[in-house]
């Protein structure tokens, strides 16, 4: 099996940071695209950032130039750095990745339990 656990997520008032940590452990052979989502009350689940085995990296343009998203290939975690944090952040934030596991060479997608962030104003 395959387990992608979030931590980092808290309380935090309007233009502080946060670092999200999302560590991917179980029998996994590799790991592809690595993806931030986040899903504030009443509206849908969006991709805030992702990060490709190559380290290309995409965002949203709501986060552009305040959030970073990075990894450590040998950890099997991937981060988000979130400066600079706004009101309307205030969400679930939600870890997931494509993973090939040992047993079954084939790619699943896998998510996280989410983690909470809440920018107060």
């Known amino acids: 099996q395959v387990q992608l656990v979030e931590s980092g997520g808290g309380l935090v008032q309007a233009g502080g940071s946060l670092r999200l940590s999302c560590a991917a452990s179980?029998?996994?052979?590799?790991?592809?695209?690595m993806r931030w989502y986040r899903q504030a009350p009443g509206k849908q689940r969006e991709l805030v950032a992702s990060?490709?085995?190559?380290?290309?990296?995409n965002y949203a343009d709501s986060v552009k130039g305040r959030f970073t998203i990075s990894r450590d290939n040998a950890k099997n975690t991937v981060y988000l750095q979130m400066n600079s944090l706004k009101p309307e952040d205030t969400a679930v934030y939600y870890c997931n990745a494509d993973v090939m596991r040992r047993s079954i060479p084939t790619w699943g997608n896998y998510w996280g339990q989410g983690t909470q962030v809440t920018v107060s104003s």
């Open positions: 990060i490709t085995g190559g380290s290309i990296t």
């Open positions: 179980g029998s996994i052979r590799s790991i592809n695209t």
